[in-house]
């Protein structure tokens, strides 16, 4: 991600007159959407076709930085000890299990109780992962069996944490997207167990998408918003070829604000959203 904009801005402006069209498709490509493209592209013409990378740039920043919400206030447990659950969601391959881990390391380095609920049952696999995990950074995990109802298996985790006294229970969820409603179905039904011993609960969900994938991740945001209702979002793959513009457009679209950011496979490249941070970074 990192200079990703400065290098874009750099070859469409080291010419004699800008190419506006070019310019716009350099900013649809960095998946800013079409309408921050559009205001964008419509600020420089007023400007004339004389403008430099600098001005571009700072014109990107202006309206990335309008549209990026301010920073939200970390998590931190609830006053009555009872459990924080969250529910992270997404579509298999986004990331979701390793920044399931990732949540739960950087919440246990902040010195609070964590456990883990391996509710993607359908993949022997995914829960594998996320006990090898677990095991890795020292955190109680609690698993289904193989295609156990994930719904089961995060109300036993969600008993098990409110009995234990932990602070923070983090449920990685199934992602199958070739079932959609199923999967939808499956939320929604998640939501309502672990409700039943929390009525406030889950008190977040996040949704995992990869950088990478540029308007998928909207497209993902939407649909899993019908179902449950987001609260944040997770960004992985920020240090590949993601350009971070997908935060962006989330935003803008859905009022959905990226919450934390994986910049890397192992459980410390990962960390709480810092809007300054982020727009000095993409450019
Ligand atoms: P899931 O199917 O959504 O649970 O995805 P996984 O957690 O299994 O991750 C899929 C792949 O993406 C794995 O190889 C992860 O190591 C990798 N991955 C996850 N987050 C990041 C990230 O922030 N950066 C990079 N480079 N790879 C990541």
Request: glycine share 8%.
């Amino acid at each position: 991600m990192a200079g990703f904009f400065k290098k874009l801005f750099n070859k469409v402006t080291n010419k004699a007159e800008i190419d506006w069209d070019e310019l716009e498709a350099d900013l649809i490509g960095a998946d800013l959407g079409a309408r921050t493209t559009m205001a964008i592209v419509d600020d420089l013409r007023e400007m004339g076709r004389k403008i430099s990378a600098d001005d571009v740039i700072s014109v990107c920043k202006q309206h990335i930085a309008g549209i990026l919400p301010e920073d939200l206030p970390a998590f931190t447990p609830r006053a009555d000890g009872s459990p924080t659950v969250i529910l992270v969601v997404g579509v298999n391959g986004t990331g979701k299990t390793t920044s399931s881990a990732k949540l739960a390391w950087l919440l246990k380095n902040q010195g609070y109780s964590v456990s883990l609920a391996a509710a993607d049952t359908f993949r022997a696999a995914a829960v594998e992962q996320l006990c090898v995990w677990a095991d890795r950074l020292g955190v109680p995990v609690i698993k289904g069996a193989p295609n156990a109802d994930p719904a089961s298996v995060c109300y036993t985790a969600h008993q098990k944490a409110i009995n234990d006294g932990t602070q923070f229970l983090i449920c990685d969820t199934a992602g199958r997207i070739h079932t959609r409603h199923n999967l939808m179905q499956e939320l929604e039904k998640i939501e309502r167990t672990i409700g039943k011993q929390d009525e406030h609960a889950p008190h977040h969900r996040l949704l995992v998408v990869d950088a990478t994938t540029g308007g998928n991740a909207l497209a993902q945001a939407r649909e899993f918003n019908k179902a449950i209702p987001l609260d944040g979002l997770i960004v992985t793959k920020l240090d590949g070829s993601g350009k971070g513009g997908i935060a962006v457009v989330i935003q803008q679209e859905l009022k959905i604000p990226t919450r934390f950011i994986g910049l890397g496979e192992e459980a410390s490249q990962f960390k709480a959203f810092n809007k300054q941070e982020f727009v000095e970074g993409i450019f």
